[in-house]
């Protein structure tokens, strides 16, 4: 089966604060591995690994590069040599695989099916900053002071359209 590598999460959320690097490696003589990578912007990265000649391992590095703020699917599947191949380019259906208890499809060996594995890992990223913090008062303001013998109520709001906010320090 194909290994795939890539770093654990590094922000809230389930969410990367940095483009992961991913790794694909293939080492089966008698298979295709093929992967798709559909990032965040829509964009598509596609192809397949085999070992050529007497080599052990065909290994791809889907760079940082490649993703984008959102939502990023790489489907990863393999298929057996002696089945028709199918177009490059074609990837199984979503939803042909059962789902493990992580949700994400894994398929290992199943008779019959020239697709012998097939993995989906989706990839969170937000590299933007929240946006700017913006300070409310229950009392007005004059050129930047509030002068008060009562109770003075100040809230802070910041937004982040994408993993959330981990804190605001004051």
């Not at 598509?44 to 290994?59: D, F, I, P, V, Y």
């Not at 959102?70 to 089945?83: A, C, S």
């Not at 199943?110 to 937000?126: A, Y």
């Amino acid at each position: 089966m194909p290994e795939i590598q890539y770093p654990g999460t590094d922000g809230k959320n389930g969410y990367y604060r940095s483009c992961p690097d991913v790794y694909i490696v293939h080492r089966e003589c008698e298979a295709v591995t093929r992967y798709e990578l559909t990032a965040a912007d829509g964009s598509k990265k596609q192809g397949n690994l085999e070992l050529e000649g007497q080599g052990t391992e065909a290994a791809i590095n889907l760079s940082g590069e490649c993703f984008h703020d959102g939502e990023n699917i790489l489907r990863v599947w393999m298929e057996r040599k002696e089945m028709d191949a199918p177009e490059k380019g074609d990837a199984p259906e979503k939803g042909d695989t059962p789902k493990g208890k992580d949700g994400q499809e894994d398929h290992s060996l199943s008779t019959g099916e020239k697709i012998v594995f097939s993995k989906e890992i989706c990839f969170l990223v937000d590299t933007k900053a929240p946006d700017q913090i913006r300070f409310f008062y229950n009392r007005s303001v004059d050129k930047n002071l509030i002068l008060v013998n009562e109770a003075l109520e100040i809230t802070v709001k910041s937004e982040d359209a994408g993993s959330g906010m981990e804190a605001i320090c004051y």
